[in-house]
């Protein structure tokens, strides 16, 4: 029987450094703006809002670790935390297109991974495999309407003013 063992966030990306890397002396592996650029396979746990997703991780064989990451690049309305009915409503939509898209079990490619500016997430790029391509979640999400472009430095998105009083988000669609 395998056995899989689980490591802390600090230890993992130490460990990703040495085989990621042809020259991991390189990289400052303690530095919290360091980026890894994969790609890394991983298995979606559970979709916990519009940009963020928990995963496993495959770093090699016997051995994973768990993530919550977030998706790189775009900012999705809050469900928690939500300054208005409408962002909370919008963020809704946007987790349950991604639970549609990335259902729990789903195989997901992670490319330039580092730390979030949250403690314990992870900031990726976050791809499924369809027929014949890698699908980006970020474009998915920009392109059905349901997150806006934005960076980690980037202010706090308005989605109260944005969403106006009249305007429903958009429908849930498959693939």
Do not use: N
């Amino acid at each position: 029987m395998m056995r899989l063992k689980l490591f802390s966030c600090g230890a993992v990306i130490s460990l990703i450094a040495s085989f990621s890397f042809a020259s991991a002396s390189e990289l400052d592996v303690r530095s919290r703006t360091t980026v890894f650029e994969g790609p890394y396979t991983a298995e979606v746990v559970r979709v916990i809002d519009g940009d963020t997703v928990e995963a496993v991780v495959a770093l090699w064989p016997g051995l994973i670790a768990h993530y919550s990451i977030r998706v790189r690049g775009i900012d999705a309305p809050e469900i928690r935390g939500a300054a208005c009915e409408k962002e909370q409503e919008w963020g809704l939509r946007a987790k349950q297109q991604v639970e549609r898209l990335y259902p729990v079990g789903t195989s997901i490619r992670l490319k330039d991974v580092q730390y979030d500016v949250w403690s314990g997430r992870m900031l990726a790029d976050i791809q499924r495999f369809r027929s014949d391509r890698w699908l980006s979640l970020s474009k998915e999400l920009l392109d059905r309407g349901l997150a806006v472009a934005w960076e980690t430095d980037s202010t706090e998105v308005p989605w109260c003013l944005l969403i106006s009083d009249e305007a429903t988000p958009p429908d849930v669609m498959s693939d």
